[in-house]
């Protein structure tokens, strides 16, 4: 190679480093697609069409909604891992829910295929019971798991291999209980056999029974996180009562795995002051949606290790 | 007694001073005319419509989001009924019930009538399921507590029975129809144990058919493939076109006293119980109607009477499903569900302290709700049978690419499923084979809603009770939810057995 073909090279190389570099300074320069992976109206759909002008008004680029429904979410996350990681295409990913699938069958993904934005929403689990059940506490619950194992059924909102139905395998292991798991599919029809009394026990969000607790109609025996969530100060967690169990389901916001660094970092920032905007706090305060944003890296670290759980449950007692 | 009257309309009065102002007003005239006309078209649907609104509606006061919803759920409702009739193609789910009496008497040239009918039949439903909402929502709240998954399982297995009157001429052939109907709803993942059942691997099946999907399939294309067929270049004339004053409503009302109170009963019924949806509300008041009928072998062939029990019934699903839907946070069909999420967005939390803390918005709703019904007869009523009945004038080469495109883009706005527009258009044929070997095809949309449910709730009460199959029996709702599903089953043979009697007594007598 000649002095002269190399001086070009580098020119050319230049070129491209300043293209490059300009074409991130001005990211983002076209509307970005937002995938989420339920239907419209759905509890995420809710999530992301609630913030979606907030994320605009910070990160000056319009947003728009792509509902890519179907086998519980892994339709529209497969979408988003093998999108162009040019900025322009994110998405909304559910955990744990997401990697679940991935023990129950052979999806296209997998952690790596991912780069993590910012999480948004953390919703612990908890156990609720009707507010004239004999169950007053958890060590109530525990005691008769104990007693008559495999006899008490308890509901969860999601099917086989949902984030309560790992809590209460979890529960089981530690406590050397037995219940009767019975999925129903989603919350709210669980909620209603909860309150008419056709099931006596039963694992949702904590977001989705504050509202019942302060109306007098439900009871909440503990929440599956680490400390006392400012929704619900009365209500103890698990740690408290002596069983160390941490669970909930989480929102988040990632790209296709490869995304440029520049990108995630404004991307991120745009979430966390729109997520600072007092008004979007009120109204998230008014729906009951408990904020929990974490960046990137914390994001990242939080996968790894939602993910290593799930690992570590599968290969002890596989829930499928 | 003049205090407890206050408790109940005092909210509402002051609410409907809300209402009334001009902003409120022109959103329920926008929402039901955009309503009517999403109903009319065949896969697009209100649920989506509302969903697509929602996002629109962040800055806008929470009663003008509402009030377009309002009218958009009942506008829609109405809509359905539209292609129903004039075409036999199902604008909505529920409509499928409309097009066994108002395709044939389009086909008489009763188009306008029929149309006339559905309208003030809707309108009617609309309003008493409205007045249910404002004046019992929170003790019906309380029957929706009652059922459980046993119950639920009943009120699956009671809609499956009325198969029995949907066979038609070939009751063979209408239970080949319903088995393939409960086929297809066993397709997807099984909630209990997590294995995929019918899916071929497919994770777009693994959620299941969807219903739209299915529906637009079966109905839109083979009609658009018969006109194919016939390539006929020219549509009705202006003069055949019978859209003039025809037969008034008002003046044969007697008539449908019976099918409008059966349609309201059962579709307050059905609004209350989640997970039924307005279709179950049609089909069980169509069947009432036509069982109690003198003249039951004029169902099916251009009664005007069915027509009044179906429209009737969806819409007075309409207002009914928010009943559980605001009072339990639990919707009743898939509308109240994208609703209900538009109250969220606006920070309102269904529940009983929605009453209390958000007074003008939940009885400005319900207003809204009846307002928008009411709105129906004046939008849906002669202006709107003018205008959609001209559809029959255009030359049905051109109709049938116009139904192929309508189908395609409804479906894939759906979930921005590329396969599931496939899929549509492979129900198309399996449809179109149906129709051409004479099975009805409605058994197989009520299998496809009632199969999974049924399925569902059975195993979900057998897992609460660990398999002892007694607890179905054990409530007094199951109990009697099981002998009306008996009753219907045996009817047809108590009948005979009576006119035998009968026959016999007159033979001695």
């Known amino acids: 190679m ?45 999530a992301a069409r609630s913030i979606e002008p907030y994320i605009e008004k910070y990160l000056g680029a319009d947003l728009t909604i792509l509902n890519k429904p179907g086998a519980g979410g892994e339709v529209g996350f497969t979408a988003l891992a093998q999108a162009e990681p040019d900025g322009y295409t994110i998405g909304f990913i559910n955990l744990p829910a997401m990697f679940a699938y991935s023990y129950e069958r052979r999806t296209e993904y997998s952690r790596e295929s991912f780069t993590p934005i910012a999480n948004l929403v953390y919703d612990p689990g908890i156990l609720a019971v009707r507010a004239d059940s004999p169950f007053e506490s958890l060590a109530d619950l525990i005691a008769y798991g104990q007693e008559n194992p495999g006899a008490l059924p308890i509901g969860t909102s999601g099917s086989v291999g949902s984030s309560e139905h790992l809590a209460i395998k979890q529960l089981e292991n530690k406590t050397g209980t037995k219940f009767n798991h019975v999925p129903f599919g989603s919350t709210a029809p669980l909620r209603t056999a909860l309150l008419g009394g056709h099931i006596p026990v039963a694992a949702f969000n904590l977001g989705e029974a504050t509202q019942y607790q302060e109306e007098g109609q439900l009871r909440i025996l503990g929440v599956m996180a680490a400390e006392r969530s400012g929704m619900a100060a009365d209500t103890p ?55 929990n944003y974490q960046a990137s890296d914390a994001y990242t670290a939080f996968i790894v290790q939602t993910d290593e759980n799930l690992a570590a449950v599968w290969a002890e007692d596989p829930w499928k | ?158 809609g499956l029975s009325s198969i029995a009157v949907l066979l038609g001429a070939d009751p063979i052939k209408g239970l080949m129809s319903a088995c393939f109907g409960l086929l297809l709803g066993m397709v997807g993942l099984d909630m209990v144990t997590g294995h995929e059942r019918f899916a071929f691997g497919n994770r777009y099946l693994l959620d299941g058919l969807n219903l739209i999907v299915v529906l637009t399939g079966l109905y839109a294309i083979p009609p658009a493939i018969m006109m194919a067929e016939d390539a006929l270049t020219k549509g009705l004339s202006a003069k055949d076109l019978a859209i003039g004053p025809g037969e008034s409503v008002l003046a044969n009302w007697r008539g449908f006293v019976p099918a409008w109170l059966r349609g309201g009963f059962f579709g307050i019924l059905v609004g209350i119980l989640p997970g039924t949806g307005g279709s179950m509300a049609a089909f069980l008041a169509y069947n009432e109607t036509k069982r109690s009928a003198r003249d039951q072998n004029s169902f099916g062939k251009g009664n005007p009477v069915g027509v009044a029990a179906a429209e009737c019934g969806n819409n007075a699903d309409n207002a009914a499903a928010m009943i559980p839907a605001l009072t339990l946070g639990v919707p009743g069909s898939g509308v109240s569900a994208v609703i ?88 198309g044929l399996v449809g179109y084979a149906m129709d051409r070997l004479k099975f009805p095809l409605a058994p197989v949309i009520l299998g496809l809603i009632l199969g999974g449910m049924a399925e569902q709730q059975l195993r979900l009460t057998l897992l609460i009770n660990l398999g002892d199959w007694t607890a179905l029996f054990r409530s007094p709702i199951s109990l009697i939810l099981f002998g009306l599903t008996l009753l219907i089953l045996l009817w047809p043979i108590l009948r005979a057995w009576r006119d035998r009697a009968r026959q016999m007594a007159d033979e001695r007598g």
Request: proline share 7%.
């Open chain 2, 340 to 427: 209900l999420a538009g109250l969220l967005v606006h920070g309102l939390q269904p529940g009983p302290q929605l009453f209390r803390d958000n007074p003008d918005i939940v009885y400005g709703f319900m207003i809204q709700m009846l307002l928008t019904s009411v709105l129906l007869i004046g939008f849906g009523g002669p202006f709107a049978v003018r205008t959609f009945a001209q559809v029959l004038r255009l030359p049905r080469v051109l109709l049938a690419p116009m139904i192929f495109g309508l189908a395609v883009v409804g479906v894939y706005t759906l979930n921005n499923s590329l396969f599931e527009v496939w899929l549509m258009l492979g129900f």
């Open chain 2, 1 to 158: 007694m003049a205090e407890t009257l206050w408790t109940l309309f005092g909210p509402l009065w002051h609410a409907l001073s809300v209402v009334l102002q001009w902003q409120n007003v022109v959103a329920i005239v926008v929402g039901t005319v955009a309503g009517m006309v999403v109903g009319s078209l065949p896969g697009l649907s209100a649920t989506m419509a509302i969903a697509i609104l929602i996002p629109l509606t962040f800055t806008l006061d929470p009663l003008v989001a509402l009030g377009m919803m309002a009218g958009i759920y009942n506008g829609a409702m109405y809509g359905g009924a539209i292609p129903a009739i004039l075409l036999r193609i199902p604008g909505t789910p529920p409509s499928i019930v409309t097009t066994f009496d108002g395709y044939p008497m389009a086909q008489r040239g009763q188009a306008a009538y029929a149309l006339k009918i559905a309208c003030v039949s809707s309108a009617i439903g609309g309003t008493v399921s409205a007045i249910s909402l404002m004046l019992f929502a929170p003790p019906l709240a309380q029957v929706t507590l009652m059922f459980g998954p046993a119950e639920y399982f009943w009120v699956a297995v009671f």
């Open chain 1, 2 to 46: 000649t002095g002269k073909s190399l001086t070009a090279a580098l020119a050319a190389l230049g070129l491209g480093a300043v293209a490059v570099g300009t074409a991130v300074a001005e990211y983002p320069e076209q509307p970005i697609t937002v995938i989420v992976a339920f239907s419209p109206g759905g509890g995420t759909d809710v």
């Open chain 1, 237 to 291: 967690t698990f740690i408290e009562q002596g069983v160390d169990l941490v669970a909930g389901s989480s929102r988040g916001i990632a790209g296709p795995a490869g995304l440029p660094v520049e990108v995630v970092t404004k991307l991120s920032a745009a979430i966390g002051q729109a997520m600072d905007d007092p008004e979007y706090v009120e109204s998230a305060r008014k729906a009951d949606v408990p904020l």
